[in-house]
């Protein structure tokens, strides 16, 4: 009765599996990977109990058989061939390892693969975000044309024997810049106080905004240069982890160049021949410290994956964070609707920007499915609780 529910679930397992299979696999997801790897996982399993009930069941066949023996020759005969299956045993069951190892490596590789897609989109993400330049055209009235109006006209104004140019260092700087024009425009005797207030109206928007919105824009900027400068380290990290990933197998194309050439097909088959000379190692039956070698050069890559996933995870929290401080930054500005004609067309655009990337942190760059024990378990085959 149980050899055919393990045969039914079997069956069952292996259509899911293949269904999976036939998934467009440029559009798979960590979530996705983590489905096939679980289901796997579990027909493997499965194949590895049938192929061990049988022996199994020699096995005690054969120890009656010994209870019941009654020559010297029929005992030694029984107990031969019953260590000959204990063997059979442990080599099915190496093979079985071997088998999952292949899964989760391949499996690993692929999530490498994701997250790498992942790190060049954030490249390009952070790099789009804001330029200096940009950030410079919305922070400085200097590049506002009414206030260069203004600027101009005061200067054509100014009294020649108590007025002051600013040098060209300083007219550039928004504060002194700022401070000098508001002065020139109160203390000019050339001009009504009608003029006054209407040059003022005509630029306190540009004004208020500018200086209120200084700062912000600047820390923008400049942390979200730290930020590419930080993703820069993580897809560093992330190359180092392809090298020693693919070690072992004797892969020693780069991920980048890996990436670029489509290369992925080649490491599948240094991945095969690893596998056959393991298995070749296992069915020889005569260096099994070899065999434990090199099972445990295929696991050591996964375990540097694990903690490649903490230190991703870590610094998209971080910049999680960063985004959502930018959007409070943003939408701190009070006067906005009323200052609207006058505030550059870039303020809104990045606002739109930093609210896109608030969502995208935390649906398209965070791959949160693969937090916590559920990953270790299926990468491992093992439970935390075990």
């Known amino acids: 009765m149980r050899r055919n529910i393990t045969i039914a679930a079997f069956l069952f397992v292996l259509l899911l599996t293949h269904s999976l299979e036939a998934r467009d696999t440029l559009k798979i997801k960590i979530d996705t990977i983590l489905t096939e790897l679980h289901h796997e996982g579990i027909v493997r399993s499965l194949r590895f109990e049938i192929e061990t009930i049988e022996l199994e069941k020699k096995i005690s066949e054969l120890t009656t058989a010994l209870k019941k023996a009654t020559t010297t020759d029929e005992k030694v005969t029984l107990l031969l061939e019953k260590d000959k299956i204990k063997e059979k045993v442990l080599q099915t069951e190496a093979l079985y390892k071997s088998d999952i190892s292949k899964i989760r490596y391949l499996k690993g590789l692929q999530i490498i693969k994701i997250l790498y897609e992942k790190t060049l989109a954030l490249d390009h993400h952070f790099a789009t975000v804001s330029t200096l330049n940009e950030i410079n055209k919305m922070s400085n009235p200097n590049q506002y044309e009414d206030f260069r109006d203004i600027k101009e006209l005061l200067e054509n104004k ?81 190359e180092q982890l392809f090298k ?37 190692t296992i069915e020889s039956g005569d260096t099994p410290s070899k065999v434990r070698t ?21 610094f998209i929290d971080q910049g999680s964070k960063f985004y959502e401080k930018f959007g409070i930054m943003l939408n701190s500005y009070e006067n906005e ?50």
């Open 244 to 280: 020693d990933y693919t070690h072992p197998i004797k892969y020693k194309t780069a991920l980048k160049q890996c990436r670029e050439n489509d290369d992925w097909s080649i490491i599948g088959e240094d991945l095969n021949a690893y596998l056959d000379s393991l298995n070749a």
């Open 294 to 314: 090199m099972q445990i050069n295929l696991q050591f890559p996964i375990d540097r994956l694990l903690q490649f996933i903490t230190q991703y995870n870590a």
């Open 158 to 238: 100014r009294d020649k024997k108590t007025g002051f140019t600013l040098s060209s260092l300083l007219g550039n700087n928004i504060y002194t810049s700022v401070v000098h024009s508001v002065v020139s425009l109160f203390t000019s005797s050339q001009a009504s106080k009608v003029e006054k207030e209407t040059n003022l109206q005509n630029v306190e928007c540009i004004l208020d905004f500018t200086l209120r919105m200084h700062n912000d824009l600047n820390t923008i900027y400049f942390e979200t240069a730290f930020l590419r400068k930080s993703n820069e380290s993580i897809m560093s990290e992330l």
């Open 337 to 386: 609707q009323q200052c609207a004609s006058k505030i550059p067309v870039e303020y809104q655009t990045l606002k739109n920007s930093i609210a896109l990337s608030i969502e995208k942190f935390t649906t398209a760059y965070k791959p949160v499915e693969i937090n916590g024990s559920k990953l270790k378990q299926l990468l491992y085959g093992i439970s935390e609780y075990d």
